[in-house]
């Protein structure tokens, strides 16, 4: 399948890249400079450098494309989460962008699009697992760009293409940003988590994260969840982070911390979520690598430690 991929030289690009070469796919990506395209030639995709919020630009960039996957972001450093500002191009690519690359694969006859969102909108569920039947908590004026970028995936479906959305957890991986976060804050003996320790956080390693996104050209049009099979309570993540980097017993960080530096999108993290993965298992053939974070963080601290020697 000819394939047209935004984010690919993020954090989940390259992963994502190698997963749909490895099923044959033909990878059109794009690269903003010259040292990413470069990397992205040498993973065997086609870099291409193009303005995503351009309609004529974006329309001449997926010309002859059969699916569009779009997975980039642009999350704000965490010192810029509480910025209006911070999420000002975030906001833009999961709308302006969205449009502009919905428009683009109707008219140039692309058949799948495939968009990525997140679970932190659905509700406080305590323990209970949370499958994508449940409505989403709008509530949050920092997630309704995410809720609205959805919304535009209908319109493909109903003009004839098969419109995806995954619903990922929170990510970690080896180049995630997140890691060197989480390390920053250890030594302060201070956690990226926040919420009751019993509370649920649904995660997703990043090989996983690109897993689900080629899996999700085969699946049927709707919103699914991208996540791991078992989500861990924030105390067991902590403790699993700990473990596999040798630091001493973390705490979640207080929630009042939490919305001094996050303003109202705090209320997002601090939710007990168990995220439930069955809709997208039963659907494709995707099943995640890692099923927890206590297979997850070992694997991340190896490849980190590896990298480095």
Avoid: C
């Avoid at 010309?63 to 509480?82: D, S």
């Avoid at 191009?89 to 969205?98: F, I, V």
């Avoid at 006859?109 to 305590?126: L, M, N």
């Amino acid at each position: 399948m000819k394939v047209f991929l935004t984010g690919a030289t993020g954090a989940i690009g390259s992963a994502t890249v190698r997963g749909l070469r490895a099923e044959g796919h033909d990878v059109r990506a794009v690269a903003r400079t010259d040292e990413k395209a470069a990397q992205l030639r040498e993973l065997g995709a086609e870099p291409i450098a193009v303005d995503l919020f351009d309609g004529d630009a974006v329309k001449a960039a997926v010309e002859g494309r059969e699916a569009v996957l779009h997975l980039a972001t642009h999350v704000p450093l965490m010192r810029q989460m509480r910025s209006k500002n911070g999420w000002s191009e975030h906001n833009r690519l999961r709308t302006t962008a969205n449009e502009l690359l919905i428009d683009a694969a109707l008219t140039t006859g692309a058949h799948i699009y495939v968009k990525e969102s997140v679970t932190f909108s659905y509700p406080d569920r305590g323990d209970a697992w949370i499958e994508e039947s449940a409505p989403p908590d709008d509530s949050i004026a920092m997630l309704r760009p995410t809720l609205e970028g959805e919304r535009m995936v209908e319109r493909f479906t109903a003009e004839g293409g098969r419109g995806v959305v995954l619903r990922f957890g929170s990510f970690y991986g080896p180049t995630a940003r997140i890691v060197d976060e989480a390390l920053r804050l250890a030594r302060w003996r201070m956690s990226i988590l926040a919420g009751a320790p019993d509370g649920y956080v649904s995660s997703i390693h990043t090989d996983d994260v690109a897993g689900a996104a080629v899996a999700a050209l085969d699946a049927p049009a709707g919103v699914y969840n991208a996540v791991e099979d078992e989500p861990a309570t924030r105390r067991e993540y902590l403790d699993a982070f700990s473990d596999a980097f040798d630091l001493r017993r973390l705490r979640p960080t207080p929630s009042w911390l939490v919305k001094l530096i996050a303003g109202s999108g705090a209320e997002a993290v601090v939710r007990s979520q168990r995220v439930s993965n069955r809709k997208l298992r039963d659907a494709t053939e995707w099943t995640p690598r890692f099923p927890s974070v206590r297979e997850g963080w070992p694997a991340v601290a190896e490849a980190r430690e590896a990298s480095h020697a």
